[in-house]
């Protein structure tokens, strides 16, 4: 049984002490991922920018596991204002429209009031 941590480079990470991601047992288990690009620390203030960043953040630390969007199987949406998720129906159509995973949408307050929208999934690795 191997056990891998992936890490986005997010300063939370080893704030909170979580990982991006964790592989075992064939499995891809991606934290709840917020619309921080990464890159430069900052978080637009579009909910649909943010779904974009954080499908982005969780397509690289799926790639880093071994797994592809294709492989996704379950999906977690949560948002503060429940009334800004049609907004992202068009970024999720673009990245799970044809593999149309499980999925639920929460609505709750979020760590930080700049965060609209937080993403968690699941996803088998690839098999080759």
């Given amino acids: 049984m191997s ?19 964790v592989v075992q047992d064939g499995w891809v288990f991606v934290s709840g991922t917020t619309g921080y690009d990464y890159d430069t620390m900052t978080m637009p203030a579009d909910v649909a920018d943010q779904c974009r960043n954080a499908l982005n953040t969780i397509k690289g630390a799926l790639e880093q596991g071994g797994a592809r969007m294709e492989d996704v199987v ?5 948002l503060p204002e429940g009334k800004d998720f049609e907004a992202c129906f068009p970024v999720l159509q673009e ?34």
Avoid: H, N, W
């Fill in 3 to 21: 056990r891998k941590l992936i890490s986005s480079g997010s300063p939370f990470e080893a704030k909170i002490g979580y990982s991006r991601a």
């Fill in 74 to 78: 379950r999906v977690t949406y949560i």
């Fill in 95 to 128: 990245f799970f429209g044809e593999i149309r995973p499980a999925a639920t949408m929460i609505s709750c307050p979020l760590l930080d009031p700049e965060m609209k929208i937080e993403i968690e999934v699941t996803a088998r690795q690839t098999q080759e």
